[in-house]
């Protein structure tokens, strides 16, 4: 279960996980739920699923507060909140096609984190800057 | 809450209803769950909105088995199965582009249905086929 999902941000959730149901996994979404903390929040069920640090990077970016729980026999057996690490590698290209990570040197994309909510990440190399929805199209 | 949507097919429920989560709409959606009948169904819960002739037409096309029910207070106030008529009209273009009903002609698109589930339609004109991907397209 991923919890705490930025309001809004479900669908892009199951798109980075690649679910888009036809694959006939077991899946529950709620969009826009009030949480305990009176804060609106979306919610992703998936039945035997197991993430990827990749899919959990990749969620950190756009949904940064949320936390994958593990639930077995209707318990949690562990909970962990996302990380969004201050530098980002290796997940995103950069969107300058004139950016030296583009280019065909063996340089690997790489991003200051400058906000986390919503996501505003600057290149390393060229500054470019790339907003959420701009992020979101890589996914 | 739209009840016994074809299986894998919730999301294109919703994108008819134009619901991408980001509206604030406060959404449920269920796929692939086991029905009372052991099948697989999918099911959309959404909160205060009322479904347009309009919607309740594409969703038959995709989902002809689906139900939609109205609750108030918690109880089921109305319930009732989408239809599909065994002709479609001004809901959707043929795919041909030579078709008159694609021309300068005042003819609109008129369809037969060939199979209900998964949908085939015939166009009444040129005789082209569309099958639920093409249908998708449009939708």
Same mark, same amino acid.
């Given at each position: ?10 669908? %892009?959730?199951?798109? +980075? ?8 996994? #077991? ?5 826009? /739920? #009030?949480? &305990?903390? &009176?804060?609106?929040? %979306?919610? /992703? !069920?998936? &039945? %035997?699923?197991?993430?990827? *640090? ?9 949904? *940064? ?10 318990? #949690?057996?562990?909970? !962990? #909140? ?10 995103? !290209?950069?969107?300058? *096609? ?8 063996? /340089? ?20 470019? +800057?790339?907003?959420?929805?701009? /992020?979101? !199209? &890589?996914?």
């Amino acid at each position: 279960m991923i919890d705490h999902i930025t309001s809004g941000f479900a669908f %892009d959730v199951l798109r +980075i996980l690649g679910i888009d149901g036809r694959g006939g996994a #077991v899946v529950t979404a709620a969009m826009n /739920v #009030v949480s &305990q903390r &009176q804060e609106r929040k %979306d919610i /992703v !069920k998936i &039945q %035997d699923r197991e993430l990827k *640090p990749s899919e959990v990077d990749r969620i950190a970016l756009i949904a *940064p507060k949320a936390t994958i729980n593990i639930i077995r026999n209707y318990e #949690v057996t562990s909970k !962990k #909140v996302v990380e969004l690490p201050q530098v980002i590698r290796g997940i995103m !290209k950069c969107d300058n *096609p004139s950016c030296i990570s583009n280019s065909r040197e063996p /340089v690997e994309a790489q991003f200051r984190v400058d906000q986390r909510e919503p996501i505003r990440l600057r290149c390393y190399f060229c500054g470019h +800057i790339m907003e959420r929805e701009d /992020v979101l !199209k &890589q996914f």
